[in-house]
């Protein structure tokens, strides 16, 4: 079973937009995989770690998870320095993110990547789960650029692909959202909007950097308090609407609603 299942995950089609059947089924693969105790995207982990065994990455996790609210009110975080020290000053996020990004897959984003000389931007891209997965799928032809603040997740991220030549890493300083020089066929940006001070200039810096017919695929979560900035919420609204003026909205993301909606926008062709 498992192996029909692998072969239709590898077959090349088209893909939807929103929610392609062949990440679904990549999901229910995974799943198998883990009641079968595959632990194989924990080696990767390991490796960083000189050798950190699952026990080990159990407790390191179970604290971190118990400090990070903790963390947070040890002191004022409105300025960006103090925003960049709590995520910088414990690898908790590093792996948090490594174990529930172990069963994602980004098919439904490789539609968007037929061009040979195709880019892609992963802004906010912690420890960089689609530029991991899409660089192993695609030629080395196609570039691929990860942003984030300096960070153990971000390290990673960077050890990671350290052999991709056509994979770059860009840290904004502090102070500045705006790191982008290139356009990109397609730019990712989830999990990132209600952690930042600044949502709506840096859509706007996004928009400016996508290439004509460029896909912009993003989320925004509305659950002010701690890490999701309040000042970020209040530019909520604004920043969607944004969204929908200077793009094509595909699959819009309803300011009604508060979850973490999948968003996906077109810069139109003849902007």
Not at 8 to 23: A, G, W
Not at 66 to 81: F, I, L, N
Not at 87 to 95: A, I, R
Not at 221 to 233: C, D, H, I, K
Request: hydrophobic content about 35%; aromatic content about 12%.
């Amino acid at each position: 079973m498992l192996g029909r299942l692998q072969n239709f995950i590898n077959r090349e089609d088209e893909y939807s937009p929103k929610l392609s059947v062949r990440n679904s089924v990549q999901r229910v693969y995974n799943s198998i995989s883990d009641k079968l105790g595959d632990r194989s995207w924990f080696k990767e982990l390991s490796q960083y770690y000189r050798g950190m065994g699952w026990e080990e990455f159990w407790v390191r996790y179970t604290l971190g998870r118990m400090e990070q609210d903790k963390r947070w009110s040890e002191k004022e975080r409105t300025s960006e320095s103090a925003i960049r020290d709590y995520y910088s000053s414990t690898d908790y996020f590093l792996l948090r993110q490594v174990y529930f990004r172990r069963k994602d897959s980004f098919h439904h984003v490789l539609k968007y990547l037929k061009k040979k000389d195709a880019a892609l931007c992963e802004y906010g891209c912690g420890i960089a789960p689609a530029t991991s997965w899409l660089s192993q799928r695609l030629p080395s032809s196609v570039q691929f650029t990860g942003v984030d603040i300096p960070c153990p997740t971000f390290e990673f991220a960077k050890w990671r692909n350290r052999k991709r030549k056509n994979v770059e890493f860009i840290s904004p300083p502090l102070g500045s959202h705006y790191p982008l020089t290139k356009n990109y066929d397609v730019i990712l940006c989830h999990d990132v909007f209600e952690h930042l001070p600044n949502p709506y200039e840096v859509a706007e810096h996004l928009i400016a950097h996508l290439k004509a017919g460029g896909i912009l695929m993003c989320d925004f979560v509305y659950a002010p308090g701690g890490a999701n900035l309040e000042t970020s919420a209040k530019l909520r609204e604004k920043t969607l609407k944004l969204l929908e003026s200077e793009l094509e909205p595909v699959i819009p993301i309803d300011p009604k609603k508060q979850g973490a909606e999948f968003g996906l926008y077109r810069k139109r062709l003849t902007n």
